[in-house]
């Protein structure tokens, strides 16, 4: 049996299905921004359903289901990122949507260049629109934390992509 | 001269992290400052790089104010409208008016089902039927149902099923309870802010506090909405203070979950979830199935105990009546002993057993020789009835009984049996019936309870 499946049908409480077929989208485009990769990001995602079934019979409900599984998702990424080559690309340009393809691989190349605690809080800023509190909740890190990891991934980005600008 | 606004300011302003009033203070000043329209500048250019490079389109963003300039009328005009803005319910100051959006969703609906629970096990299986305006909740232990409510135009009738079944009756508090309980656990029928209620029950009175409903931003998202409100209750005998939340579907206005958590015990929390919406309730699931004929129940009227005030009065009769089945116990007077019985609720093919139980009592199983420390405790339970026949009125009314009174008498007990005294516990159910006050059932405790 397919093991999202398998563990949904552990869990006593239903709404993890009602609640992981609302945000599955959300949570793979995020896995995409992080690693680059639609491949990897397919079989990442599949990873963060069964974790996350496992974690929501815990959740309390007292934050949006989506930080628990964003906060599943980036710590997936990053254990995923860990037992990777260093070699490995990080930029997938056939799923490019600029219409400019030089640009955005500077853009990428500057972004993966960032530092990974810098590049997800940017990625979560930037492209899942989160604030500033929802980030500290994902990541579980203090408020000042987001501000200034996301004040230097801005500030390096700028100096990367000063001719684009 | 260098602008003293901080970077991370800026960068608070251009991620619309500052409240309303000072962002637009702020945007006052960058107008003027050319550091800082450079600076946001930089960080809208360097995020439209971001988004033009995304694996996927754009997605849509809340767009921050403009930044052309406001002129004497349209600085009026914005103050003016901050004002009222700050002001006005529905401000950041006042009790939001959004609320006002789920009452109007939620008064759409025809019937909801959900589960409420408190922890634990045992889990409550609920239905509303808003048309028919009818309630039920099945407290469900797996799939055995342990107790069920109904919610009548009168009142509750609640069901529990042990042995006898145990009915309760529980009249509405006032004319508009039934809508309380809608409104504040399933459907709002009106905005109510501050709302206090003054209630009695069982003599005593107490009153409810409701604060308005508050949006709390920093946990709803475009998804889901967050409403709390305050509830202060107190009586004589304490404060309860609890916070209720509500979450809501931003698509549907529809409730997701409600909680409500003791403020004082961080241990309450009564959760309600999985609320589904327009589902076809099962047949009869809002009627309380009656008693059967040749059955014995309980029945307790809430409405007829609360307008008892003879109950203080009748505590000496109470008294002799166990008193005097304390000492008719202890001298074997088997016979003075069975005429302080009412054996009327026993089915009549059962009834010679029942005689012959109570005079074993005295004969053989508890020959008391004395009772010390002697310590009588009441409780309010039901009279115990009989459905003689299909005829029967259920509820049983008028009731032939007056009152009924559970005695609890605990005392230091020497038996026949026993050489040293231990401490005993007997409940004499009490039942008066044309002025007088007779047994209906005694339980005795048959081993010597822990020293207290």
């Given amino acids: 049996m397919n093991p999202v499946l398998a563990a949904a049908e552990a869990l006593p409480n239903p709404s993890f299905e009602r609640s992981w077929s609302r945000h599955r989208e959300r949570v793979f485009r995020l896995v995409v921004r992080l690693t680059g990769s639609r491949e990897h990001a397919d079989d990442l995602t599949q990873e963060i359903a069964v974790q996350a079934a496992q974690a929501f019979p815990r959740f309390r409900g007292q934050a949006q289901a989506f930080t628990l599984f964003y906060r599943i998702a980036v710590r997936t990424v990053g254990r995923w990122r860990s037992q990777q080559r260093p070699t490995e690309p990080l930029l997938d340009c056939h799923y490019a949507s600029s219409d400019d393809p030089t640009t955005a691989l500077a853009v990428r190349t500057a972004l993966s260049a960032l530092p990974e605690e810098q590049r997800t809080v940017l990625v979560l800023a930037v492209y899942e629109q989160l604030s500033y509190k929802e980030i500290a909740h994902v990541l579980e890190i203090p408020l000042g934390t987001v501000m200034s990891r996301l004040a230097r991934a801005r500030q390096q980005l700028r100096k990367e992509l000063s001719d684009a600008l | ?452």
Wanted: aromatic letters at 10%; hydrophobic letters at 35%.
């Fill in chain 2, 1 to 452: 001269m260098p602008c003293k606004v901080s970077h991370e300011r800026l960068m608070r302003l251009h991620d619309s992290e500052l409240s309303y009033l000072q962002a637009l203070t702020l945007r006052r000043h960058a107008r003027r400052c050319p550091d800082c329209r450079k600076m946001l500048t930089e960080l809208s250019a360097t995020d439209t790089l971001l988004q033009r490079a995304d694996y996927f389109p754009t997605e849509i963003k809340h767009q921050p104010l403009p930044l052309r300039p406001l002129g004497l009328v349209g600085g009026l005009a914005v103050a003016t409208g901050a004002i009222v803005f700050l002001a006005l319910p529905g401000g950041p100051l006042r009790p939001t008016s959004s609320f006002a959006s789920v009452e109007e969703a939620m008064g759409k609906v025809k019937t909801i089902h959900w589960k409420e629970s408190s922890g634990g096990s045992v889990v409550w299986d609920c239905w509303a039927d808003l048309t028919r305006r009818r309630i039920c909740k099945q407290m469900m232990q797996g799939n055995q149902i342990l107790q069920k409510e109904t919610l009548k135009p009168e009142g509750w009738l609640k069901v529990i099923f042990n042995s006898p079944k145990t009915y309760f009756w529980q009249p509405l508090w006032r004319k508009e309870a039934r809508d309380d309980y809608l409104r504040d656990h399933i459907i709002f029928s009106k905005s109510d802010p501050g709302r206090i209620e003054s209630r009695e029950f069982l003599g005593e009175k107490f009153t409810r506090k409701y604060s308005a409903w508050k949006k709390i931003e920093d946990i709803g998202t475009a998804e889901m909405l967050v409403f709390e409100k305050d509830l202060e209750q107190k009586t004589k005998y304490g404060n309860y203070n609890a916070k209720i939340f509500f979450w809501i579907d931003a698509e549907t206005r529809r409730i997701i979950r409600r909680e409500e958590r003791s403020l004082k015990n961080n241990d309450y929390v009564c959760v309600s979830n999985d609320f589904k919406y327009n589902e076809t309730p099962p047949p009869g699931i809002f009627e309380i199935e009656e008693p059967k004929v040749g059955e014995q129940y309980v029945y307790f009227d809430f409405s007829k105990f609360q307008k008892n005030n003879q109950r203080i009065e009748d505590e000496q009769n109470r008294k002799r009546v166990v008193g005097e089945a304390i000492a008719t116990c202890s001298h074997r007077a088997t016979k003075a002993f069975l005429s302080l019985w009412d054996f009327e609720a026993i089915p009549p093919e059962k009834r010679a057993a029942r005689k012959a139980l109570a005079q074993s009592i005295v004969e053989n199983q508890v020959p008391y020789k004395t009772w010390k420390s002697e310590k009588i405790m009441s409780a309010h339970p039901g009279p115990t009835y009989l459905r003689k026949s299909e005829s029967d009125p259920f509820p049983p009314l008028p009731s032939p009984y007056e009152d009924t009174v559970d005695v609890n008498v605990q005392g230091w007990v020497t038996t026949a049996r026993t050489s040293k005294p231990y401490l005993a516990l007997s409940t004499f159910t009490l039942t008066k019936r044309s002025g007088q006050w007779k047994i209906q059932q005694l339980q005795c405790t048959t081993e010597p309870l822990p020293h207290w």
